[in-house]
């Protein structure tokens, strides 16, 4: 769990290294966020259409207060932690935007139910992800590098050089 609140608080903090193992649950919980309400809201929509005939209310309408609450803060969080890890295998930060820019295309037409598979918004916004994430799977430069202190470093490796 902690795995997961710790890029919320460290939202708005775009320099520094992040780990792999900071990186990789919070992608996955993003993921999971991301894909869960798609998949199940129709089916719902569909039951509580009919458990609400004549109502203006509809299921989508939970869906849309949750958007509104967390995706703003986890848009900067994944955008955040997605940096510190590119700044961990040396990479700039303008990496993360092959994902951003298609992304966004990607998730208006997802979100509005308008996605075609020969969309090409989407495979570029695939393709850019897969890129990043490629990228953001490789390990880590070892010791310090141009964008801070590395984040695995217990102290042994500076040790090790003060011997050699």
């Known amino acids: 769990m902690r795995a997961i ?8 903090q ?12 919070w992608i996955l919980f993003i993921i999971a966020l991301w894909f869960v ?10 039951l509580a259409a009919g458990l609400l005939a004549g109502s203006p209310i509809r299921f989508n309408t939970l869906w849309v207060a949750f958007d509104l609450v967390f995706w703003p803060l ?14 961990d295998t040396a990479a700039g930060g303008a990496w993360a935007l092959l994902t951003w820019a298609p992304v966004a ?12 598979a020969g969309d090409l918004a ?4 695939m393709l850019g992800s897969l890129l990043v994430l490629a990228r953001c799977a490789l390990p880590g430069t070892v010791g310090e590098n141009r ?10 490796n500076r040790l090790a050089a003060t011997f050699e």
């Open 5 to 12: 609140l710790r890029p919320l608080t460290h939202c708005l």
């Open 14 to 25: 775009f320099h520094g290294r992040a780990t792999r193992r900071e990186f990789w649950p």
């Open 37 to 46: 309400p798609i998949a199940i809201e129709r089916p719902l929509d569909r």
């Open 74 to 87: 986890g848009f900067l969080a994944t955008a955040a932690i997605t940096v510190r890890r590119l700044h």
């Open 105 to 116: 295309v990607s998730l208006a037409l997802f979100s509005a139910h308008r996605y075609d």
């Open 122 to 125: 989407a495979y570029a916004a």
């Open 147 to 156: 964008y801070g202190p590395d984040p695995q470093d217990d102290g042994l």
